[in-house]
T-cell receptor, first 108, second 117 residues
Framework: GQNIDQPTEMTATEGAIVQINCTYQ??????LFWYQQHAGEAPTFLSY????GLEEKGRFSSFLSRSKGYSYLLLKELQMKDSASYLC?????????FGKGTKLSVKP | GAVVSQHPSWVICKSGTSVKIECRSL??????MFWYRQFPKQSLMLMAT?????????EQGVEKDKFLINHASLTLSTLTVTSAHPEDSSFYIC?????????????FGPGTRLTVT
């Protein structure tokens, strides 16, 4: 079957670092995406991993371990505007599968 | 680059009427466009995948006669909700996969909030 597991909510302090974990099971694997979604808005693309390892992109980094079915999104130097839902979306043999997302609240 | 627009942003319609939502890729050609629906505090649910010039592929449980999808060009796909009912009220989001990049990334439109009264 296909399944995605992420924490429902997380809270962190402005300026801190937070790691959002995602475990997944898919039929086949063709990469994993992370999206950011602010309340009431559509998702925006953050990162894409297809090989094992860490992809760094400014304040955001994403890690993938295909053998473990595991990924994480690392957010550094948190800002208030980073308060949003973060969606882990692996792509199996078909299309993207979205988890319910992790709602991150950044506090001053 | 890679901008996707949707129109309208929000719409209120009466039960029994039909509503058409447009999705356009503004600065790239999209071989494939996707339509999602998202209820409050729920994940994005894929409704259908449309490829330019061919019939859409609907996900299990999505009524193709109710949600009509047309992908007439490489930059435009439309979703028509026919005979809308209050339970169809939701946030409808389209995304487009660029032809040029080989198709791994998807770019989302801003979404259309539909309220059926």
């Amino acid at each position: 079957g296909q399944n995605i597991d992420q924490p429902t909510e997380m809270t962190a302090t402005e300026g801190a670092i937070v790691q959002i974990n995602c475990t997944y099971q898919t039929s086949g694997f063709n990469g994993l995406f992370w999206y950011q979604q602010h309340a009431g808005e559509a998702p925006t693309f953050l990162s894409y991993n297809v090989l094992d390892g860490l992809e760094e992109k400014g304040r955001f980094s994403s890690f993938l371990s295909r053998s473990k079915g595991y990924s994480y999104l690392l957010l550094k130097e948190l800002q208030m505007k980073d308060s949003a839902s973060y969606l882990c979306a692996p792509r199996g043999q078909g299309n993207l599968i979205f988890g319910k997302g992790t709602k991150l609240s950044v506090k001053p | 680059g890679a901008v996707v627009s949707q129109h309208p942003s929000w719409v209120i319609c009466k039960s029994g009427t039909s509503v058409k939502i447009e999705c356009r890729s503004l600065d790239f050609q999209a071989t494939t466009m996707f339509w999602y629906r998202q209820f409050p505090k729920q994940s994005l649910m894929l409704m259908a995948t449309s490829n330019e010039g061919s019939k859409a592929t609907y996900e299990q449980g999505v009524e193709k006669d109710k949600f009509l999808i047309n992908h007439a060009s490489l930059t435009l796909s439309t979703l028509t909700v026919t005979s809308a009912h209050p339970e169809d009220s939701s946030f409808y989001i389209c995304s487009a996969r660029p032809w040029e990049t080989g198709g791994y990334e998807q770019y989302f439109g801003p979404g259309t909030r539909l309220t059926v009264t």
